[in-house]
């Protein structure tokens, strides 16, 4: 059974950045990967990114060029940098962990409790 426990959410206004973290354990961490998705009130979970086991990673077209992900296999940690905020990217951000990547939410076997992000215009 592997934890992910999401980090980092918060109020920033638009234009404007924010760094969840997801911090893993229970597996080797080095072994998984990881996607991150959103949800919004009333709407669908959306994919947002991924990065596979070996570092590549793969995004939506909704955040490809304004956020980044990336994992640090000695801290068990997976990261995604927000830049250039959009009132639209409000929602809770939850990271989830498969032995691969996937866009499909149900592909992905561990989940964490999600964290919110707001972002006011």
């Known amino acids: 059974q592997m934890q992910l426990v999401e980090s980092g959410g918060g109020l920033v206004e638009a234009g404007g950045s924010l760094r969840l973290s997801c911090t893993a354990s229970?597996?080797?961490?080095?072994?998984?990967?990881f996607s991150w998705f959103r949800q919004a009130p009333g709407k669908e979970r959306e994919f947002v990114g991924a990065?596979?086991?070996?570092?590549?990673?793969f995004y939506s077209d909704s955040v490809l060029g304004r956020f980044t992900i990336s994992r640090h296999n000695i801290k068990n940690t997976l990261y995604l940098q927000m830049n250039s905020l959009k009132p639209e990217d409000t929602a809770t951000y939850y990271c989830?962990?498969?032995?691969?990547?996937?866009?499909?939410?149900?592909?992905?076997?561990?989940w964490g409790q999600g964290t919110q992000v707001t972002v006011s215009s």
């Open positions: 990065v596979s086991a070996s570092g590549g990673t």
């Open positions: 989830a962990a498969d032995l691969y990547p996937s866009r499909q939410a149900e592909r992905m076997e561990y």
């Open positions: 229970g597996h080797t961490f080095s072994s998984f990967a």
